[in-house]
């Protein structure tokens, strides 16, 4: 169950890190391409969409995406190793506390990062583009955050506890 | 302050080993070893009484304190 918990974890490393490559790649190609996807988009709203905007908007999402694999990196590479320690046997030691704390902060990132992807979509809306189902902020995302930092205390103080513990006679 | 442990003059007044005290106090002969040593950071009660009672002492017996910066173990200068 470990080992196949760490290999979907590893799994997704990988594919953060493919996608990050391909919003890299989307984002260069929106410069040479430019007029391309400004016809498209007349195309489909109309002479009157306001396609400088949107291509802006699309290149801050893409610009944010980018940004979103280094916190997911950190917080897929300390759930791995956290899950290397239980395989191990021993998960209560002080470096999970640290990567549950790097978690914590990596959530954090990730939810900054998606208030300001909310911020580009409503932006986005009033040009008349469709967004589909739009975007609303992640409160269980922000609660998550509170839980893991709470979480990586609790984590400390066990570990602290257990150590004083192992040389109790 | 450190605490000290002469637990190892304890046994050679009552003619014991290590190992002996050990299977007499039911507690393993690697913790008793980390209490000999000084290494323990803690000892509970139940142990101490455990090993009072066996080696026919007080705490005072095993335990004391002195001046000075860390911990060291009695009868290994």
């Not at chain 1, 950190?74 to 191990?88: C, D, F, G, K």
């Not at chain 1, 990132?109 to 580009?120: C, E, I, K, R």
């Not at chain 1, 979509?121 to 998550?144: C, F």
Request: proline share 3%; with cysteine.
């Amino acid at each position: 169950m470990l080992r196949i918990a760490r290999g979907l974890f590893g799994a997704l490393r990988l594919l953060n890190i493919l996608f990050g490559a391909i919003f890299s790649m989307l984002l260069v190609l929106s410069v040479p391409f430019a007029d391309t996807l400004a016809a498209h988009l007349r195309a489909k709203y109309g002479p009157a969409m306001d396609v400088e905007t949107v291509i802006a908007a699309v290149r801050c999402m893409l610009a944010l995406g980018i940004l979103a694999v280094v916190p997911m990196q950190v917080l897929l590479t300390a759930v791995i190793r956290m899950l290397r320690t239980v395989e191990a046997g021993d998960p209560f030691v002080a470096a999970n506390a640290h990567r549950l704390q790097a978690i914590g902060w990596a959530l954090l990132g990730v939810q900054l990062l998606d208030g300001a992807f909310g911020v580009v979509v409503h932006r986005l809306a009033r040009t008349g583009a469709n967004m589909g189902s739009g975007w609303s902020p992640a409160l269980a995302g922000w609660m998550a955050v509170v839980l893991v930092f709470v979480l990586a205390r609790v984590f400390a103080q066990g570990t602290a506890m257990r150590d004083e513990l192992e040389m109790t006679v | 302050m450190p605490v000290v442990v002469t637990l190892d003059a304890a046994l050679a007044r009552r003619g014991m080993t290590l190992t002996e005290l050990s299977a007499e106090v039911d507690i393993t002969l690697a913790n008793l070893s980390i209490l000999k040593t000084g290494k323990a950071k803690a000892i509970r009660f139940s142990t101490l009484e455990a090993i009072c009672q066996v080696l026919g002492c007080q705490p005072g017996d095993i335990l004391g304190v002195t001046e000075g910066e860390g911990s060291h173990v009695q009868g290994l200068d």
